[in-house]
């Protein structure tokens, strides 16, 4: 079965700089997504940034970019130039591009990201 | 244009009494999904839907039961409510089972 891991609870980043959250998957999957998801203390779940597998780019949005390792089973999340409404939960989850019953998201644990002004 | 709606936000309930979610969308989409999302263990998946009345378990599916008479809505029971029950649950819907998920914004129960 899928796991993902998210290494770190916690952390802290100033505004304006930059920080990295990480997160391992474990599969024997070569086909899968890969998401990462913000969640606010208003408790919505907000779609930040999805990778696929097969590309070898790494998705990038706005101040969100990714760094996947593939062969690592890694999947990093960088943000930059944060701001005080990154301060969030981020989790970051696995899904198969093969469908079914395996076709549900996994999450990790998540890490809670504050930002000091 | 939610898109997605979860009912109620908040419940509080007295152990041994009976409790449904419901999860209501818009889009059309054929998959729903319930998740719990508690302290330490992020989302954990309980029952999800791939069609009208097709429902399968998730990793955390005792106790709770689901129904899918609708596409647009998916309940969530607890026949029996518990205080390891207590959490906030999300609803999600999917389009296909390799795309992502829009969740609803979560139901905070807690059993006293």
């Known amino acids: 079965a899928q796991t993902v891991t998210q290494s770190q609870p916690e952390m802290s980043v100033q505004e304006a700089e930059t920080v990295t959250l990480s997160c391992t998957y474990d599969?024997?999957?070569?086909?899968?997504?890969l998401f990462w998801y913000k969640q606010p203390p208003s408790r919505q779940m907000i779609l930040v940034i999805r990778?696929?597998?097969?590309?070898?780019q790494n998705a990038t949005e706005n101040r969100f970019s990714v760094n996947f390792q593939k062969a690592a089973k890694s999947f990093s999340l960088k943000i930059s130039d944060s701001q005080l409404g990154d301060a969030a939960m981020y989790f970051c989850?696995?899904?198969?591009?093969?469908?079914?019953?395996?076709?549900?998201?996994?999450f990790g644990k998540g890490t809670k990201l504050s930002v000091k002004p | 244009d939610a898109g997605i709606t979860q009912s109620p936000r908040h419940k509080v309930t007295e152990t041994g009494t009976p409790v449904t979610l419901r999860c209501h969308q818009t889009?059309?989409?054929?998959?729903m999904y319930w998740y719990r999302q508690d302290p330490g263990h992020g989302l954990r998946l309980i029952h999800y839907?791939?069609?009208?009345?097709?429902?399968d378990k998730g990793e955390v599916s005792d106790g709770y039961s689901v129904s899918r008479s609708k596409t647009e809505d998916f309940l969530l029971t607890l026949e029996s409510a518990t205080s390891s029950q207590t959490s906030v649950y999300f609803c999600?819907?999917?389009?296909?089972?390799?795309?992502?998920?829009?969740f609803g914004s979560g139901t905070r129960l807690t059993v006293v």
């Open positions: 839907s791939y069609g009208v009345k097709d429902t």
């Open positions: 999600a819907i999917s389009e296909s089972d390799r795309a992502g998920y829009t």
């Open positions: 990778q696929e597998a097969y590309k070898q």
């Open positions: 989850a696995y899904r198969t591009n093969y469908g079914g019953s395996q076709g549900n998201l996994i």
């Open positions: 889009e059309n989409h054929r998959y």
């Open positions: 599969t024997s999957e070569s086909d899968y997504y």
